[in-house]
């Protein structure tokens, strides 16, 4: 029972994981209980138990294992981190719970795997399920395979993924288990419910009586779809809709039934099998062989492998040449059928990989459609048909299109019903009407064919093309066709049954069509209806006038105004008896009778009765053609009296206007219209007349018509004005469906004409045409002569940037609906608009018979001067063809091979060629894009720069003509982006970044791409995850957050994490989608700006309009409009401009910039960074500035025209001072701007901007403002590449705002963005820069220098070999100011240089020594004031605290530090620099001002010194946070391999450490500084001691640093206590090391400094955490007993550190923490137990466990074993047993923790000892008193051994010594006895003949004591080489107390003559005097070899004595 009660008070969680099964029970009751009260799905108790979840569900108690699975279940339906654990648990549950004969432990397995699923882990589910089925256990298969159905009944086929479940099925069909096979039909059928025949093809291949099974129970499913019943947590709202469904008992909607069944395609099931490696290998040789019958064999070999349903993707280019060269040439009609069959396997099995090939082979198969033979028929159109499901209509229409006029009518019969069956699988989306429209043509001329069965194949296709698309879109292409055509095309759509039609057209799918289309008397009830409706609906839209209001009326007006329109259209020809009848019924009879009477005034009578009948007659009753045949009665159009023929001509535009005017009608008038066009009378009238005409019978069948018949004339003033009637019209009209190829012909007679005139209109038509279809017109007229094309050319660019007006005429009837489709179509195209439309306009010559086999294996040759003359000869094919069709024959293969060619210089042509075709090919290029366009993009992924930039541009100019949807549709873009090829992805998400954005739809495929985006996000390049991370957005913009953000789910959980934080940063930047272009340039309102704009424009617009696009915004009453008609307007409109710039010109919005340096840190906006500005950030700056510029400034900013820059910097200049505080606040913005402008050519604006920099500068200064990282870093940059601007005033202001600069931003950070500049081409930059850095370092000196003064120099000194002189010259200026800075250790810094280099340099030097001598006098306080105290190179902060003087500073500081101005050879690279860590804005520059002052000032407190050397600096608290990061750096250098580096920075950390007030900056950098200093002591060990080339002093120099630093660090409690158990344990292993190397002895200073290390590791012990420490040591040891690779004393060493630490504990027992030693100690006892520790070589580390053991017992007694909490199975922990014991045995021992000897005493064993035992514990402790390291020690354990055994002689062993030991080994004793009783402690460091250094310090470290700063005399000596018998020095005894110097004063290579300790050995000069006596009186035992020099003489024979005695050590240690 007890061991009952002790688990029952455990917490929940503990008693889940405890040993006793009916604890873990509890546990899992009471989880139960507690998870059903907690409502709070983030509650932290849940995090508890994450990681126990697991044992929950694997318990090996299957009592508890039930209760643990309940437990679980809630858990993962309540916890919100429940996903975290999903694989874990559900393979516990497969393994352990599936396996289970109970049924509710599976019930409950099963549950929880349904629950992941739900909170949507549903792929971790299903791969622990799927690999349980591998189990060999039966019962885990058949529970595995049952949940996977429960699964799928309740979630679906679109939550749980079909395909692996269907891969694994057959296999469980075999299984020798029947309850696996049954279950596995189960599933099976389960599957068939959700996706009926599509598993068929996966299981084909299990038996057939198990076929047979399945078929009977897939038969007695339900016919109704399967639904979801159980949701996600995201789908929530379909639950919610289920649930609605469920209670009203409703059907679900039928459309989501078509989904879901339609989700599975059987292609996606199946596996792909790779087929090109089965081949024969003589299949090429048997193909081409002359026997019929081995082509045979070769050709059935391959049928059979392309009969597999699914191909794995490769290259199937040769093997597809070889197949087309069978079907075209190949004589045998069973090989041709056979190679049909082959080609239409391989294009089912690869679908839309085999687009690729496409194109070569229907125009091959169209050709052999003359076979006759029904089999071949039926191969091939098998063939041609599933290649048509693998590519796209337009990309085959080319082909279609050139085989429809062939002679032969099988070919034009087969490729009708092809195009029938083609439309089949369109819809109306991708059969737009530019497919449309030409494959109409190519049918209704086949509809009039000869031959019946050729006519019948175009009506099915016209049919089908009607059923899909609708009548409405087809009907204006059949505008010729009788009615009797038109009802049989009719007839052939109502027989057409779509894919699908059946199912939509009943039930459900009827009820929504009526739904969305309520004027369903328009529609007939077809599944096409409501699209249709939306059509019309938009077409409606878009037109205006009588017909908008008309159309929506009635159904019934509807229908009549459709019918009336079919008749105008085909109005029949009435004869003039007809006529006359039709004209009498509406005409007076008088009016008829004069029509032809001689007097012209009867004729003049009669035609104002005519107008007078035609303005009161009714639309309906005109007889439009009776009319106009009436007034074209004799005389007709040749009348002689103007007044007459003005008459009638207004007549006919009346007639026009109001009747229903038909082409019939126009056709009869229009030839004396345009006879009387260029009349000079009439001129006006006929024009009015061709305008109405123009609105009744469209525009661009009017202008063809009367341009054919005014150039068929003579006359060239008719031509002329002609031209000028239909330039007008087109504005008027817009360009909607003009076709340009009808009368450019005629424009290009106009151009050639003789007449001025006519050339003159020609041109201002082409002007016109050039608003509407920009460049692509100028390609029409290239072969003109050049000084016509040069007028051409001055036309077009007055045009160029005018936006075309918008139409303000419109064609009254259909013709107005199809411009409004026709711009939809060119939207949805997303090409390149009207552009695309001329591109097909142009003549383009077929180049595929050039295309000859010669020249393809020219370019296919091995030697690459033939590939290269092939691809010559190509390119001037194209060339000279100039436009070319589609049909390249074998080019594009051909190219795709040289794409990949190893000769980068062929790539490089081929890219070129491929340039020349999208130029040549236009828009019939998209059906290249598989084929060729894609090599292209793997050409990106190439290692040279130049190849990928290449590319690039091909890519650009492919796209121009594609448009981006053919490179989105298929998988090859994200083929491509799976190649993990850096720069192919670096490019490829560049470019879609680019591209996305501008799109308005993307294929659904884009979704391909998000997996491999999401790898691009984790890609180990950097350039590749950043252009990652700026394509998201735009990927996220088209397909949204939510499937993205899915997409992620699948990804692994340290990815997921990752990527869904950078999706939330891109959902806040995702672009919006680009609004759809408006029609013809805007609406109305939009006109009349843009005409004032047009009329008054001055001066070729501008350059930001080159394409030539509308672009209304900026004519609209923006800038550019008042420039151009500023003349013009009155003066009082110029005054109210004025006022309006009254105002401020910056707005000061609170925290603006700092909310825009917040965006730009989260990346929300671009950042500044760029190598030439591109759009996109001008547009950002624009955005950004409209919230706090004026916007009259800013449209000045930003105008195209120089001169406004100019002004609106004058303005600037005027506001600088009256706005400072608005400026400052927009500084960046400012800066910004500025930065655009040095990239501008203009001198005028770069001057002016200079003016403005120079003024903003000097008042930033006056403002004490401080530039901030993120306006320095996007602005300085740029104006240094200004400074090598060629102009020498330029360069002259920019180094002064340079100079300037220094003081509004630290000198120390313009240093590294000048040494980037020295990198630049530019020489004069170069040097300039380079000029810049030298002043930089003479006036801030070397701290100016970042990163490292020796990486800086080294880099300047490499310009010092450049081949330009100013360069050179510069660069030796600048060594020469480090020189006057630093000395001689210039040549140390500078490294390496040629002789040449170095000779130049040195006699720079010596030429430069007289200035050098006087530089500091220089340093004049003039030259300082005009600096104006310039700030610290490292200051960051933005304002100068006004309040400080930097005066009071310097006192402050005078009180403790010398001035170094009476010093001037001390290089000020080394006097203290504070400012480095504190931050100050006082410069040390300044400090020469102090020798103002007297020095007695310093000596007044004349006391015992006290540690605070310096005072803080007066804002230092303010700045402590700013200091982290400049520490982090500078730790970050002591390790540096450079050792120069590695001292610089400890010299500057031990000026921070030396200064307690300071030296708190450091806290929280411990740890990260001593990692620094052990990898520095490891690299010295390891690298530096073996490198022979390194000079061993600089080592000696190094570890005295190192050492040096470790004191002072380890001399101040609170920074030591926070040094980590693992970074001890490191940094004693390091110094232990240290200590133990013998190559450190053998040096010279090595003994003093080993010396210092033991000293420091006595400090490291007392001063740090003191469990840290043991626990260090313990570990230390430990590791080193393992491994006997270490020196032999190291784990000698350890141990004695361990006993130091033991003889401590009675002080530090209550600070420690017991349970964590007592932990390691437990590790030590399982690595090395009782018994293996006693067969150690020695029982040493046995004695020093026991003792440490023994000492914590004594000192804590039973309380002990109460601190073996942290140890798990404690009951079988040796420590335990061995605790107990020692608890126990010592029980009657009392009193022994009141007295540390009788406690010491306590340790040792307690039996009796024997002599010999007590001789050799004698003879040890006096042999450690006799050694270097232990004397300490040695003396301790004797006093301690006296205090126990009072009794004991010691006389046998001092009686052999000298007398001088004897009286050491007394004092020794006298000295602990005094420290023990409590006395103030002596040092004894002087008295101890080994040590000239204090071996032990006082661990009273509150009040630090002289003997600090003795010590620190000592190291200060020993470094300067004082204590050396090699170097005598001169001054300066042992005896004087003096602190250690800076380390900085190590890096002089002169003596340190003065430093800041010189004061402190002032202050120190009295200890002198207290410690005399006792320094004379034992002057002969610190007398070692290494104090030879000191001033009291020592008696010769002590001297002897001392000899013998160094000498018995030393044969001791051997």
Not at 1228 to 1244: A, G, M, Q, S
Not at 1491 to 1503: C, F, N
Request: aromatic share 6%.
């Amino acid at each position: 029972m007890g061991d009952d009660s002790e688990w029952m008070k455990l917490p929940i969680d503990q008693k889940c994981e405890h040993k006793l099964w009916k604890a873990r029970l509890s546990g899992y009751e009471e989880a139960v209980k507690l998870f059903q009260r907690i409502h709070d799905e983030k509650s932290p108790e849940w995090g508890k138990y994450l990681g126990l979840l697991k044992k929950f569900v694997t318990d090996s108690n299957a009592v508890a294992q039930l209760k643990g699975l309940e437990a679980a279940l809630i858990f993962v339906e309540k916890a919100h981190v429940a996903g975290r654990t999903a694989g874990e648990v559900v393979s516990g549950v497969v393994t352990k719970v599936f396996n289970q004969p109970k049924a509710r432990a599976k019930e409950l397995g099963a549950e929880i795997c349904l629950m992941y699923i739900e909170i949507e882990k549903v792929e971790v589910v299903q791969d622990e399920l799927l690999k349980g089925l591998d189990n060999k256990n039966p019962k885990i298969v058949v529970t595995c395979i049952e949940t996977l159905r429960k699964a799928l009944s309740e979630y679906g086929s679109k939550i749980v993924t079909l395909k692996p479940v269907v891969k694994i099925l057959p296999k469980q069909f075999e299984s020798r288990e029947k309850a696996v096979r049954d279950e596995a039909k189960l599933l099976a059928v389960e599957i068939y419910r959700w996706i009926r025949d599509a598993v068929r093809p996966s299981l084909q291949n299990i038996t057939a009586v198990q076929l047979k099974e399945l078929e009977e129970e897939w038969v007695k499913l339900p016919t109704s779809p399967a639904k979801q019943t159980r949701f996600l947590r995201s789908q929530q709202d379909l639950k919610a809709k289920f649930e609605q469904q469920s209670a009203q008992g409703e059907d679900s909607d039928g459309e989501d039934v078509e989904d879901t069944v339609a989700a599975v395609d059987p292609y996606e099931l199946l596996e792909a099998v790779e087929i090109l490696s089965k081949m024969p290998k003589d299949f090429y040789d048997k193909i081409e062989a002359k026997k019929w019958q081995e082509r045979k064999e070769a050709l059935e070999a391959v049928e059979i492998l392309t009969k597999k349903p699914k191909l794995e993707n490769g290259d199937y280019g040769d093997l597809v040449r070889a197949l087309k060269k069978v079907v075209g040439k190949d004589a045998n009609v069973m090989l041709v059928s056979l190679a049909a069959k082959c080609l239409a396997g391989l294009a089912s099995g690869l679908r839309k990989k085999f687009g690729t090939y496409a194109g070569q082979v229907v125009p091959t198969i169209l050709e052999k459609f003359k076979e006759k033979k029904p089999q071949v028929v039926q191969a091939l159109q098998e063939a041609i048909d599933a290649i048509f499901l693998t590519t796209t209509l337009q990309n085959l229409s080319e082909d279609i299109l050139a085989v429809m006029d062939n002679k032969n009518p099988s070919i034009k019969q087969q490729a009708s019903l092809y195009l029938a069956r083609s439309f089949r699988h369109c819809t109306q989306a991708n059969l737009p009407k530019s497919i449309l429209k030409p494959l109409c043509a190519a049918l209704i001329k086949q509809v009039n064919d000869s031959a019946p069965e050729v006519r019948d194949a175009a009506f099915e296709a016209l049919g089908t093309a009607q059923k899909v698309v609708g009548e409405k879109a087809v009907n204006p292409f059949l505008a010729d066709l009788d009615k009797l055509k038109l009802d049989r095309i009719k007839e052939s759509a109502d027989k057409v049954e779509l894919p699908g039609t059946r199912r939509g057209g009943s039930g459900a799918g009827d009820k929504k069509a009526a739904a969305k289309a309520p004027p369903a008397a328009e529609a007939p009830p077809k599944a096409s209806a409501p699209p249709r409706k939306t059509q019309t609906a938009a077409a409606s839209k878009s037109s205006s006038g009588p017909p908008k209001k008309g159309k929506p009326t009635s159904a019934a007006g509807g229908k009549a105004k459709k019918t009336s329109d079919n008749k105008e259209v085909a109005e029949t020809e009435l004869s003039i008896e007809v006529c006359e009848d039709l004209a009498a019924g509406v005409l007076p009879a008088s009016c008829l009778q004069q029509l032809d009477s001689a007097n012209w005034k009867e004729r003049l009578a009669s035609m104002e009765e005519f107008q007078r009948a035609a303005e009161t007659m009714d639309k309906g009753q005109m007889p439009c053609q009776a009319l106009v045949r009436m007034l074209a009665k004799k005389p007709g159009w040749k009348e002689t009296n103007f007044q007459v023929m003005q008459m009638k001509l207004h007549i006919v535009a009346l007639i026009a206007q109001k009747g229903q005017f038909s082409k019939t009608s126009a056709s009869v008038v229009l030839d004396g219209l345009v006879d009387k066009v260029g009349d000079v009378k009439c001129g006006g009238n006929a024009k009015e007349g061709l305008t109405a005409i123009g609105e009744a019978c469209s525009l661009p069948w009017t202008a063809e018509q009367v341009v054919s018949m005014a150039f068929a004339q003579k006359n060239p003033k008719n031509q002329a004005e002609t031209l000028n009637w239909l330039a007008n019209a087109m504005k008027e009209f817009g360009f909607a469906g003009i076709n340009v190829k009808g009368f450019i012909n005629n424009v290009k007679t106009a151009l050639g004409a003789t007449n001025p005139a006519v050339r003159t209109a020609a041109i201002t038509l082409l002007g016109v045409m050039f608003l509407y279809m920009g460049a692509p017109l100028r390609m029409f007229f290239e072969d003109e002569k050049p000084a016509l094309l040069a007028q051409i050319d001055a036309e077009f660019e007055k045009m160029q940037g005018q936006s075309p007006p918008p139409p303000i005429r419109f064609n009254k009837k259909a013709a107005a609906e199809e411009v409004g489709d026709e711009g939809e179509e060119q939207d949805e195209d997303g090409g390149a608009g009207g552009g695309q439309d001329i591109m097909d306009l142009l003549p383009r010559t077929d180049i595929s018979d050039k295309i000859t086999s010669d020249l393809v294996s020219k370019i296919g040759d091995k030697n690459w001067k033939i590939r290269k003359e092939g691809l010559d000869e190509a390119a001037a094919i194209i060339s000279e063809a100039k436009f070319i069709t589609a049909n390249i024959g074998e080019l594009p293969l051909t190219l795709k091979e040289r794409l990949g060619d190893s000769n980068k210089i062929l790539v490089q042509q081929t890219l070129t060629i491929l340039q020349q075709l999208a130029v040549s090919m236009g828009p019939g290029l998209k059906q290249h894009v598989k084929a060729l366009g894609m090599p292209i993009i793997t050409v990106l992924g190439d290692s040279k720069s130049n190849v990928r930039a290449a590319a690039m541009t091909t890519l650009q100019a492919w796209v121009e003509q594609t448009g981006m949807k053919d490179w989105l549709e298929g998988e090859d873009l994200s083929e491509e982006l799976r190649r993990e090829n850096p720069f192919l992805r670096q490019e490829v998400l560049g470019w879609l970044a680019e591209k996305l954005p501008t799109l308005r739809t993307v294929p659904g495929d884009l979704m391909l791409c998000v997996p491999n985006l999401y790898a691009c996000l984790e890609d180990r390049n950097g350039d590749v995850r950043k252009r990652a991370q700026d394509a998201l957005p735009t990927f996220m913009m088209h397909l949204g957050f939510e499937k993205m953000s899915k997409a992620a789910g699948k990804l692994k959980t340290s990815s997921k994490d990752q990527v869904v934080a950078m999706l939330e940063k891109a959902r806040a930047v995702m672009p919006a989608k680009p609004a759809a272009p408006a029609k013809a340039g805007g609406g109305k309102d939009s006109a009349e700006p843009s005409r004032a704009a047009s009329a008054s424009r001055s001066q070729p617009a501008s350059d930001d309009c080159v394409d030539g696009k509308p672009e209304v915004k900026k004519v609209r009453g923006g800038a550019p409009a008042k420039k151009g008609a500023a003349g013009k307007k009155p003066p009082a409109k110029g005054a109210k401009e004025e006022e309006d710039k009254s105002g401020p010109i910056f707005v000061l919005i609170p925290n603006a910039k700092e909310q825009r340096i917040k965006e730009e840190k989260q990346l929300k906006i671009l950042k500044w960074n760029f190598i030439t500005p591109r759009e996109e950030y001008v547009e950002q700056l624009k955005t950004q500035m409209a919230t706090c510029f004026a916007k009259w400034l800013q449209d000045e900013l930003f105008h195209f025209d120089f001169q406004r820059h100019v002004k609106a910097i004058g303005v600037m200049i005027e506001r600088l001072e009256s706005e400072s505080d608005a400026t400052i606040s927009c500084l960046d913005l400012i800066l910004k701007w500025f930065t655009l402008r040095f990239f501008d050519t203009n001198t005028t604006v770069l001057m002016k901007v200079l003016e403005y920099l120079k003024l903003l500068f000097a008042m930033l200064n006056r403002e004490n403002y401080h530039l901030t990282e993120y306006e320095a870093n996007s602005f300085i940059p740029y104006l240094i590449l200004k400074v090598g601007e060629s102009k020498d005033g330029v360069r002259k202001d920019v180094r002064a705002i340079l100079t300037m600069l220094c003081k509004v931003y630290p000198a120390s950070k313009v240093f590294p963005l000048l040494m980037d500049g020295t990198k630049s081409k530019n020489s004069k930059q170069r040097a300039e820069c380079l000029e810049e850095l030298g002043c930089l370092i003479e006036g801030y000196g070397m701290n100016v220098c970042q990163p490292t003064s020796a990486k800086s120099l080294k880099e300047i000194a490499v310009h010092i070999g450049d081949r330009d002189t100013s360069v050179r010259n510069a660069a030796l200026n600048t060594v020469v100011a480090v020189y006057n800075a630093c000395g001689e250790q210039v040549y140390k810094l500078i490294g390496n240089l040629s002789e040449k280099d170095m000779s130049m340099l040195e006699e720079r030097i010596k030429r430069s020594a007289k200035k050098t001598a006087a530089a500091p006098a220089k340093q004049s306080v003039a030259e300082r004031s005009q600096r104006e105290h310039p700030t610290n190179p490292n200051a960051t902060f933005l304002r100068k605290p006004a309040q400080e003087d930097p005066n009071k500073l310097n006192q402050a500081r005078q009180n403790t530090q010398h001035s170094e101005s009476s010093h001037p050879s001390i290089p000020k690279e080394f006097q203290l620099d504070l400012d480095m860590i504190e931050r100050d804005q006082s410069r040390v520059c300044e400090l020469p001002d102090l020798v103002q002052h007297k020095l007695d000032e310093l000596l007044e407190p004349i006391m015992i010194p006290e540690p605070k050397i310096h005072s803080v600096s007066p804002h230092f608290d303010e700045l402590h946070n700013s200091t982290a990061s400049t520490i982090n750096f500078v730790i970050s250098q002591v390790a540096s391999g450079d050792i120069n580096t590695s001292i610089q920075a400890l010299a500057q950390i031990d000026e921070v450490l030396r200064q307690e007030d300071k030296a708190e900056v450091m806290s929280g950098h411990i740890d990260q500084f001593l990692i620094a200093t052990f990898m520095q002591l490891r690299l010295i060990n390891s690298t530096h001691m073996a490198d022979e080339r390194l000079d061993k002093r600089d080592i000696i120099k190094l570890y005295s640093c190192i050492i040096g630093n470790m004191l002072s660090l380890f001399s101040m409690e609170s920074l030591a206590r926070e040094a980590s158990m693992g970074v001890l344990k490191d940094l004693m292993h390091g110094v232990i090391t240290l200590m133990l190397d013998s190559r450190v002895e053998d040096m010279e200073d090595g003994q003093q400094l080993i010396r210092s290390t033991n000293l420091l590791v006595i400090r490291v012990l007392e001063k740090s955490h003191q469990t840290n420490m043991i626990s260090a040591l313990l570990v230390l040891l430990q590791d080193s007993l393992v491994t006997t690779a270490g020196p032999p004393k190291f784990s000698e060493l350890v141990m004695k550190c361990l006993w130091r630490m033991t003889r401590h504990l009675p002080e530090t027992i209550h600070s420690i923490n017991l349970d964590r030693i007592l932990l390691d100690v437990h590790n030590f006892m399982k690595v090395f137990p009782k018994e293996k520790l006693k067969q150690l070589k020695n029982d040493v580390p046995h004695r020093t466990l026991k003792t440490l053991l023994h000492t914590l017992c004594k000192l804590t007694g039973p309380k002990i074993l109460d601190h073996l909490s942290m140890i798990e199975n404690r009951n079988e922990s040796e420590l335990e047993a061995h605790l107990r014991q020692v608890v126990k045995h010592s029980g009657n021992l009392s009193g022994l923790k009141s007295d540390r000897g009788n406690e010491k005493g306590g340790l040792r064993t307690e039996e009796r000892m024997s002599k010999a035992k007590v001789s050799d514990i004698l003879s040890e402790i006096f042999k450690k008193i006799g050694s270097k390291e232990n004397t300490k020690e040695g003396l301790t354990e004797l006093y301690e051994y006296k205090q126990k055994y009072s009794d004991a002689d010691l006389e046998p062993f001092l009686k052999n010594t000298s007398q001088f030991f004897q009286s050491y080994v007394e004092r020794g004793l006298r000295m602990i006895e005094s420290e023990r009783e409590g006395k103030s402690r002596i040092q004894t460091s002087a008295v101890i003949p080994q040590h000239g250094v204090d071996s032990s310090l006082s661990s009273n470290t509150e009040e630090l004591k002289p003997a600090v700063y003795y010590e620190r005399l000592k190291i200060l000596r020993q470094r300067q080489g004082l204590e050396n018998t090699s170097r005598q020095g001169s001054g300066g005894g042992e005896d004087e107390p003096q602190p250690r110097p800076p380390i900085s004063s190590l890096l002089s290579s002169k003596p340190s003559v003065a430093s800041s300790t010189d004061m402190l050995h002032s202050k120190l000069s009295q200890l002198k005097e207290s410690r005399e006596m006792y320094q004379q009186e034992h002057n002969a035992h610190s007398n070692s070899p290494s104090h030879a020099h000191t001033r009291s003489a020592s008696p010769a024979a002590n001297l002897d004595d001392l000899k013998k005695r160094l000498e018995r050590i030393k044969s001791n240690r051997q």
